[in-house]
């Protein structure tokens, strides 16, 4: 992989305000009292205080908001799907257009990182009780944030060499760069909490804790049944992103990529081919662009690098050699009687993931090995789970939400237990 080629692959696709323009956008902000935007946020991020903060040239006061409600407020700023929830209440959508909050709050923490403002500020008062966090992903760290900024003793356990989960390995750093993602962790070990990484939990490893939140999202593939799904070239999307973002130069993306599936995982594998150097690329999916979950502007950002797309088809077939595939068969979702062959060397399937065995952590899961939760995330016990592994795989901001949820109950439970 050239120098050039992983520069693509890493550079920010979207610029951010500048200082004169943060301003000018938060000076359109009409100062709601009811601020409908704040409502919005599913973590309580409260944008119209940061907004207003911006406004009046309180920098650091606004940084200070984002992270003492969202402690990913950097990651979030960026993959947040803000235009469907805070920006889609702002009371401006009635006079022209919302005003741009997903870039405020991007300005704010970029702004924190320059100036290396110290915004979030662990207690001097320690308590007694140990907490255990299983995985390092979005879930788990707002929880342990939370949880630290308590005063509890917090330790986090990895299996993978970083923190961050999707964050770090499932999503293209030109979308999301790893450096927001590790200054956004930098804030959570700020906060006291300890990593053990390289390290999967195992249920002796948490006998010494009082309280054990299980975050392990969704990991296992959730591959349809495919003729010829052994042949080399054919991906899970995790596995596909994964390796990207891991094995730099050794990594080869395929020359003519198709990716399977409408979301905004499709699309960052459909991006990340691109990006390192595939000469076609294309996007198979089997409903149309108007059913697709994906973000509208994730799909525009896709056909601007020339990737195509391709609806009312899904794949049945990898056809190849014994080993390589070179092309794929599809038939009609809504025509049965269409097909439609594809020359490609990778096939990627970005259709959903599912959760692996989660029998070493103590908790209950359903049908679809989901942890099953009452509220507050408990799960039984000492045991505690929300994000991904609880809620089958949805937005970071909702796992965040729920990480803070698990972490207040996780407080009340110790304090009933009589520990502290």
């Not at 990913?72 to 799907?81: D, E, H, I, K």
Request: proline residues 4%; glycine residues 10%; positive net charge.
């Amino acid at each position: 992989m050239s120098k050039v080629v992983k520069a693509k692959y890493t550079a920010e696709a979207v610029p951010g305000f500048t200082h004169r323009t943060a301003l000018e956008e938060a000076a359109r902000c009409l100062l709601c009292h009811d601020a409908p935007c704040s409502k919005g946020c599913p973590a309580g991020t409260d944008p119209a205080k940061f907004i207003r903060s911006i406004r009046f040239r309180n920098v650091k006061g606004a940084a200070e908001t984002i992270r003492e409600n969202n402690v990913l407020g950097g990651s979030c700023a960026r993959v947040c799907p803000y235009d469907n929830l805070c920006e889609e209440a702002c009371s401006r959508c009635g006079i022209d257009r919302p005003i741009e909050i997903g870039k405020l709050q991007r300005y704010a923490i970029e702004q924190e990182k320059l100036f290396k403002m110290k915004t979030l500020k662990a207690p001097s008062k320690k308590q007694a009780e140990k907490v255990a966090c299983v995985g390092a992903g979005p879930a788990s760290l707002a929880c342990a944030a939370e949880l630290a900024k308590a005063g509890y003793k917090v330790t986090i356990f990895e299996r993978e060499e970083k923190a961050g989960g999707m964050l770090t390995y499932g999503i293209v750093p030109s979308r999301l760069p790893q450096s927001v993602v590790d200054h956004d962790i930098a804030q959570v070990k700020g906060l006291g909490v300890k990593f053990v990484f390289n390290t999967e939990a195992k249920a002796e490893d948490l006998e010494a804790f009082d309280a054990v939140f299980v975050g392990t999202g969704l990991w296992d593939a959730n591959l349809p049944k495919l003729k010829g799904a052994e042949l080399k070239g054919v991906y899970s999307a995790v596995d596909y992103l994964k390796q990207a973002r891991t094995k730099k130069k050794d990594f080869d993306p395929g020359k003519r990529v198709i990716v399977v599936g409408g979301g905004d995982v499709a699309i960052d594998c459909a991006v990340t081919a691109k990006l390192l150097g595939a000469e076609d690329v294309r996007i198979l999916y089997r409903r149309t662009i108007e059913e697709a979950p994906a973000n509208i502007n994730e799909f525009h950002y896709a056909l601007s690098l020339g990737i195509g797309i391709t609806t009312g088809l899904y794949p049945v077939a990898a056809i190849g050699t014994k080993t390589k595939m070179n092309k794929v068969e599809a038939v009609g979702f809504y025509d049965k009687k269409a097909k439609a062959e594809f020359s490609c060397d990778a096939l990627v399937f970005a259709t959903g993931q599912k959760p692996e065995d989660q029998s070493a952590y103590g908790v209950d899961v359903n049908e679809k090995g989901f942890v099953k939760v009452k509220k507050g995330g408990k799960a039984g016990g000492k045991f505690f789970a929300a994000g991904d592994i609880v809620n089958g795989g949805k937005t970071v901001v909702e796992a965040v939400a729920e990480g803070k949820e698990a972490a207040a109950s996780i407080i009340a439970y110790l304090e009933k237990k009589g520990v502290k």
